[in-house]
């Protein structure tokens, strides 16, 4: 009977629109490793209108962040189903109080952090422009409409995402630099676990 290979858990970390959906997609590619992204969870939960899905929308509804009790609850019920399977964790934790939750859970062996710098990503993310029907993507600077604010299929006009405003990507990534650097910081303590660090 052969030995059963050592599941790996592994946490990429980066600003919004740092490139983890991405960048994670290869490596979930590659290293045939399960992805769970924490926005997708959060968005499946409310179009599904669960119970957490439904308390979530009413603090994204008023501009506020989901508590730390209902993320965790959220993400670590669906960890519970990828327990025989490697995976690569995307969007949590997001604080401390969440990382520490997590660790009572599993033992983190991998940390990947994607260290963009916020003016590339301001550029990048105020560059972009969606077909809203579609969801087609444009980007003005590496992959630009043939007209400018206008989707090339069907000739309707482009709209830019509220998160994508230069003033909302400003707060987006100082909220990142506020909430989740401390987390970077907990993961690098030496003292507290021994984890592989892949700075991007």
């Not at 490793?33 to 994204?60: C, F, P, W």
């Not at 993310?125 to 604010?149: C, M």
């Amino acid at each position: 009977m052969g030995v059963r290979a050592r599941l790996l858990r592994a946490v990429i970390m980066g600003p919004p629109g740092s490139g983890k959906g991405t960048v994670s997609s290869r490596i979930v590619k590659h290293f045939a490793l399960k992805h769970l992204s924490s926005g997708d969870l959060l968005r499946d939960n409310m179009q599904r209108r669960t119970e957490v899905g439904v308390i979530a929308k009413t603090y994204i509804d008023r501009g506020q962040l989901i508590p730390d009790d209902i993320m965790t609850q959220l993400v670590l019920r669906e960890l519970k189903t990828l327990e025989q399977y490697s995976w690569l964790l995307d969007g949590f934790p997001r604080t401390v109080p969440q990382a520490a939750a997590l660790d009572k859970t599993c033992q983190i062996d991998t940390v990947i952090d994607l260290d963009v710098p916020f003016e590339t990503i301001k550029q990048r993310l105020t560059a972009r422009w969606i077909h809203p029907t579609s969801g087609r993507v444009y980007n003005l600077e590496f992959n630009p409409p043939e007209i400018h604010g206008i989707d090339d299929i069907t000739g309707e006009p482009l709209v830019q995402r509220e998160d994508d405003k230069p003033e909302t990507v400003t707060k987006r990534l100082q909220s990142y630099e506020a909430q989740t650097k401390p987390v970077l910081d907990y993961y690098r303590d030496p003292t507290v676990r021994n984890i592989v660090w892949v700075p991007q």
